[in-house]
C-alpha cells in the first residue's frame, strides 16, 4: 500500500501564480484533510471532506480551494499564491479520528 | 473553539535523561493521539487513549491520559538520539459537547533534541 501520496515535494512560485498540490489515498478512506505547518506552529487545517462531493473550511481556509470529486483524491488549490502561503503542506487522510499523512509538500512563494 | 496547548515547547536533553511532555484541551476530548515527526517528515501516529485516566506503553515510551479527558503527558525514560523529533498531541472534542470525532485539533508540539 503506498498509503497518502503528494506531489509535487518541492515547489517555487511567484506571486500571483497559481497551483494545485495533488493528494491521494488508497486506504479507501471516507476523511480526508489538508493542513499547514508553519515552524513551532503545529499543523493548522485548510479544508477537509468527509466523503466524496463533500468538502468544508476548517480553521485558514483563505486562499485556497478544495474539491473531492473521488474517495481517493482530494487536490488543494491556491489561486493567486502570496508569500503568506509558503509552508510545508499536508494531506491526510482517515477512517475514524487516526490519521495518516503524506510525506508533505515544502511550497515557497517568492 | 477548541484550543490544544503543549508544554514545553522545546526541550534538549542528554541521552539517557528522561523527558516528558504535556498536553492541556480546552474542552473534554473523546480521546488523545500522540503523533511523532522527525525533523523533515511527516507526523507519524503513535497512540491512540480512549478511557478516563488510561495509561499506556510503548518500550520506553509512556503516555497518559486525564482523569478528566482534558490533558495527557508522554514521558520517554532513557532517552536515545532516535527518540528526536516533534511530538505533537491531538484530539477531538467529546461528541457529548456537538463537536464532531474526525476533526482533530492539534498541539503546536514539542520539539525533543538529545545531545549523544
Known amino acids: 500500500n503506498a498509503g497518502v501520496t503528494q506531489t509535487p515535494k518541492f515547489r517555487i512560485l511567484k506571486i500571483g501564480q497559481s497551483m494545485t498540490l495533488q493528494c491521494a489515498q488508497d486506504?479507501?478512506?471516507?476523511?480526508m484533510y489538508w493542513y499547514r505547518q508553519d515552524p513551532g506552529m503545529g499543523l493548522k487545517l485548510i479544508y477537509y471532506?468527509?466523503?466524496?462531493?463533500?468538502?468544508d473550511k476548517g480553521e485558514v481556509p483563505n486562499g485556497y480551494n478544495v474539491s473531492r470529486s473521488t474517495t481517493e483524491d482530494f487536490p488543494l488549490r491556491l489561486e493567486l499564491a502570496a508569500p503568506s502561503q509558503t509552508s510545508v503542506y499536508f494531506c491526510a487522510s482517515s477512517k475514524g479520528t487516526i490519521q495518516y499523512f503524506g510525506a508533505g509538500t515544502r511550497l515557497s512563494v517568492l | 473553539g477548541q484550543q490544544v496547548m503543549q508544554i514545553p515547547q522545546y526541550q534538549h536533553v542528554q541521552e539517557g535523561e528522561d523527558f516528558t511532555t504535556y498536553c492541556n484541551s480546552s474542552t473534554t476530548l473523546s480521546n488523545i493521539q500522540w503523533y511523532k515527526q522527525r525533523p523533515g517528515g511527516h507526523p507519524v501516529f503513535l497512540i491512540q487513549l480512549v478511557k478516563s485516566g488510561e495509561v499506556k506503553k510503548q518500550k520506553r515510551l509512556t503516555f497518559q491520559f486525564g482523569e478528566a479527558k482534558k490533558n495527557s503527558s508522554l514521558h520517554i525514560t532513557a532517552t536515545q538520539t532516535t527518540d528526536v523529533g516533534t511530538y505533537f498531541c491531538?484530539?477531538?472534542?467529546?461528541?457529548?459537547?456537538?463537536?464532531?470525532?474526525?476533526?482533530?485539533?492539534f498541539g503546536k508540539g514539542t520539539l525533543l533534541t538529545v545531545n549523544p
Open positions: 471532506s468527509v466523503g466524496a462531493g463533500i468538502t
Open positions: 491531538a484530539g477531538p472534542p467529546s461528541t457529548g459537547s456537538g463537536g464532531s470525532n474526525y476533526k482533530l485539533t
Open positions: 486506504m479507501n478512506h471516507n476523511y
